[in-house]
């Protein structure tokens, strides 16, 4: 099993650029989430999903948007992107309370 | 006030020796609770979870104290290998789920030197 897995690995954008990004598991697992963490924050959650079709915002959630089309894959999406979401981005997921972390999107926006 | 708070450190401690983290959680329905560990540019990976009756792994030892709503970790005969930042996470009930909402402390790094 890959685990769970995030394109890409660095991103560069400019204020107001959009961009996805990705986030897939192989495991099967019903429960998918988005953080950011920054330093002195932690991680906060921006988004989750309880299962295909169904998500729901976490503390963070403004200026990003989910979708959950099937168990795979979650992506999360940067509609107009601004300096405040520079941050590193984890992907997770989890069948019971055990969650499992992507390596991680460096995201810089200038 | 935060869900989650915690020590941030840094601990410099040297090999060998027992150091010991705390947090402190804000939700007293909370039931799950755990321990990550985050080493430097990587994703956080689960180190242990929290039972009532506190449980042991190894070197490390985790309490849970509901009457105060803290947790603790205690890293005991520490190796270089530790070091790391150790997240304290605290799973609330949510909407009458406590499925994977996690909350994270900022985290508390922890440097062993030789």
């Known amino acids: 099993n890959a685990g769970v897995t995030q394109t890409p690995k660095f991103q560069v954008l400019k204020t107001g650029q959009s961009m996805t990004l990705q986030c897939a598991q192989d495991?099967?697992?019903?429960?998918m989430s988005w953080y950011r963490q920054d330093p002195g924050m932690g991680l906060r959650l921006i988004h989750y999903?309880?299962?295909?079709?169904?998500?729901d915002q976490g503390e963070v959630p403004n200026g990003y948007n989910v979708s959950r089309s099937t168990t795979e894959d979650f992506p999360l999406r940067l509609l107009s992107a601004a300096p405040s979401q520079t941050s590193v981005y984890f992907c997770?997921?989890?069948?019971?309370?055990?969650?499992?972390f992507g390596p991680g999107t460096r995201l810089l926006v200038l | 006030r935060k869900e989650v708070e915690q020590d941030p450190g840094p601990f410099n401690v040297p090999e060998g020796a027992t150091v010991a983290f705390n947090c402190t959680y804000s939700?007293?329905?909370?039931?799950?609770f755990f321990w990550y560990r985050q080493d430097c540019r990587k994703e956080p990976k689960l180190l242990m979870s929290?039972?009532?009756s506190g449980n042991e792994d190894g070197r490390f030892t985790a309490q849970l104290n509901r009457a105060s709503q803290y947790i603790s970790l205690l890293i005991r005969d520490s190796k270089l290998s530790d070091s790391a930042t150790y997240l304290c996470?605290?799973?609330?009930?949510?909407?009458?789920?406590?499925?994977?909402?996690?909350?994270f402390g900022r985290g508390t790094q922890l440097t062993v030197w030789p």
């Open positions: 929290v039972y009532s």
């Open positions: 999903s309880v299962g295909a079709g169904i998500t």
């Open positions: 939700n007293s329905a909370s039931q799950s």
């Open positions: 997770a997921s989890s069948r019971g309370e055990t969650q499992y």
């Open positions: 996470v605290v799973n609330p009930p949510h909407r009458g789920s406590t499925l994977g909402r996690l909350y």
């Open positions: 495991m099967n697992h019903e429960y």
